[in-house]
């Protein structure tokens, strides 16, 4: 279990450095750009992904509590 665990947090750190790209790809971009509505859809997408990231190492604490890791 504690090989797949490492794996999930590697997954979920692969996800969050996507979130952190994509940020900054919106960040490089014009306040015209964000405040359009694909700008908007870009940026809310986004925090959908980090509150995932939130969300799954919310779930490997609780696995690793479970397992005594």
Known sequence: MKNLVAKLEKTVDKVQQKCEERDKTALSRSDNWRESTPG????ARTQLLADGVFDMRDGIRKIKNALEL
Request: no cysteine; net charge neutral.
């Open 40 to 43: 908007q859809k870009y940026e």
